[in-house]
């Protein structure tokens, strides 16, 4: 691919990422931040997102024999938690929006710095130190540049003028929303061929590597069911945009994007299927405690 090619995937991307960030920040108080965070166990989600998951993919990389560009898209994706679509699906799930937003503006925020850095460390053990092509400091700037500073930007606001923020919230939220599908479409359409190619193995190995880290998620994050749901939902889809913006600055014009898109696509896929199977088991759950409080039998 061409570096034009890979200049629109960064400016698609980026956009994306820095409108979300911003308007997640036009929606956060200070006070509602630390109400939902009291309901979840920070302490373990740190080190589950950005220890334990990197660490499951890589194992199962080497378990699978993954071929390299998808074993370093595979990486990528698993050093990038929460998704921006985290919300969406908790809202399809009847979970806990307001904690939702707040893990899903936390999390890039965090990124911006660890990432980089749980990139260089799984990728210089996949791949070695000669033939490693990642820059710490770089990608550091870019993901401040298009996580933390429109974070910040969006909260400032929020606090300074509540209601211009609520004007502007929709508006940026469905153009920022809109470009991601454009991001998506555009390198889906590109890359198709070699998205196409993806083996089963790595399929499989995708597959796993999202229950898994669900099951981590949803185990580890507290007592309270809705935050579970959340946090196994964040845990389990990555954040495709930002895996994107590594992959083509870091690996331009190798498979590695089109494998991101590929993995980044099965997670949406199976992301839809937990909101589907909770809301199964959650309206049987309330079809039994009705019957069994009118006296029902089965």
């Known amino acids: 691919m061409t570096s034009g090619y890979d200049t ?6 980026a956009t994306t990422l820095g409108g979300l960030l911003f ?10 931040i630390s109400c939902s965070l009291r309901r979840t166990r920070l302490v373990w ?24 560009d998808v074993a370093v898209a595979m990486l990528l994706l698993a050093a990038a938690p929460f998704a921006p679509v985290v919300p969406t699906f908790t809202g399809l799930a009847k979970g806990d929006l307001a904690l939702a937003g707040v893990l899903t503006g936390l999390f890039p925020l965090l990124s911006a710095f660890v990432t980089p850095v749980v990139c260089e460390l799984s990728l210089k053990a996949l791949l ?23 974070l910040a930007a969006g909260t400032a606001l929020r606090h300074r003028s509540p209601a211009l923020a609520g004007r502007l919230l929709k508006p940026i939220r469905f153009f920022s929303e ?21 083996g089963w193995k790595p399929l499989l190995a995708m597959v796993l590597s999202s229950e898994l880290s669900f099951f981590a998620g949803y185990v580890l994050s507290g007592p309270a069911a809705a935050a579970r749901l959340v946090v196994a939902l964040g845990t389990a889809n990555r954040n495709i945009a930002l895996a994107l913006l590594i992959a083509v600055a870091s690996f331009p014009g190798t498979p590695v994007v089109a494998a991101v898109v590929a993995n980044g696509l099965l997670l949406i896929l ?3 299927a937990h909101v589907g199977l909770w809301r199964f088991f959650v309206s049987a759950k309330s079809t039994v405690r009705e019957g069994a409080a009118s006296g029902t039998t089965w």
């Open 23 to 32: 308007s997640t920040g036009l929606q956060l108080t200070w006070a509602e």
């Open 45 to 68: 989600m740190l080190p589950v997102n950005f220890v334990l998951v990197p660490a499951l993919v890589f194992a199962l990389v080497r378990l699978f024999q993954i071929p390299t």
């Open 270 to 272: 199976l992301g839809l």
């Open 128 to 150: 070695g130190t000669g033939s490693l092509k990642f820059s710490v400091a770089s990608i550091l700037l870019m993901l401040v540049s298009t996580i933390t500073l429109p």
């Open 178 to 198: 809109a470009v991601g599908a454009v991001a998506l479409a555009f390198v889906t359409i590109a890359e198709f061929q070699n998205i196409r190619s993806t």
């Open 8 to 13: 629109v995937i960064q400016l698609l991307t």
